[in-house]
């Protein structure tokens, strides 16, 4: 019998497994690419997704520079760093796009959402809803004796968990407007 004891089936340590080893857990991404501001960028970029099968979990878009005519496409998606290097690669090579960063990868970011949060209710539910709203920093924008509007800014986990807690006491509606996000430092 050799001295050497290698498992059967073992091939992390052999030399013969020279193929880098690739992770295929899926991880959240935020996106930031700035674009020619002008008609079928935003298909493009939404189509590059679609005809991939990758989801986008959120999406905002905005004219960051007037003059420059030139937006800015902030998506949330998932997948694993394969499929995120591969949607970073292929949307830069899309031609009115000036930039694309993986602010996931590049380092420290803040993201923010905001959302406007319908809730129906009278008596102690109203009591409760207002209560809730001041814990959250939520401002009431509206207000009908049945009624009232919410609006909450904040990380997308802090506008889940304001949702969490109105549902049982009388969520009516919401809309979202989807991760704005920059990165954080000088530059």
């Known amino acids: 019998m050799s001295a050497l004891n290698i498992k059967k089936g073992s091939t992390s340590h052999s030399a013969y497994n020279l193929?880098?080893?690739?992770?295929?857990?899926?991880?959240?991404?935020?996106?930031?690419?700035l674009v020619e501001n002008e008609p079928g960028v935003l298909a493009r970029v939404i189509g590059l997704f679609s005809g991939r099968g990758y989801n986008i979990?959120?999406?905002?878009?905005?004219?960051?520079?007037?003059?420059?005519?030139?937006?800015?496409?902030?998506?949330?998606t998932t997948g694993t760093?394969?499929?995120?290097?591969?949607?970073?690669a292929q949307?830069?090579?899309?031609v009115p796009v000036h930039e694309v960063h993986d602010l996931t990868v590049e380092g420290h970011s803040v993201e923010r959402e905001l959302a406007l949060f319908k809730v129906s209710g009278k008596g102690e539910d109203r009591v409760e809803a207002l209560r809730l709203a001041d814990v959250f920093r939520a401002r009431v924008v509206d207000s009908t004796l049945e009624s009232f509007v919410f609006e909450i800014t904040g990380t997308p986990e802090k506008i889940d968990a304001f949702a969490d807690l109105m549902r049982p006491i009388g969520l009516v509606e919401m809309a979202r407007t989807g991760v704005a996000a920059l990165a954080r430092g000088a530059k």
């Open 19 to 33: 193929r880098p080893t690739f992770s295929d857990t899926e991880e959240r991404h935020t996106l930031a690419v």
């Open 57 to 76: 979990e959120s999406l905002t878009v905005a004219e960051v520079d007037h003059t420059g005519h030139l937006s800015r496409i902030t998506i949330v």
């Open 81 to 88: 760093p394969q499929v995120i290097n591969q949607i970073t």
């Open 91 to 94: 949307l830069g090579r899309i």
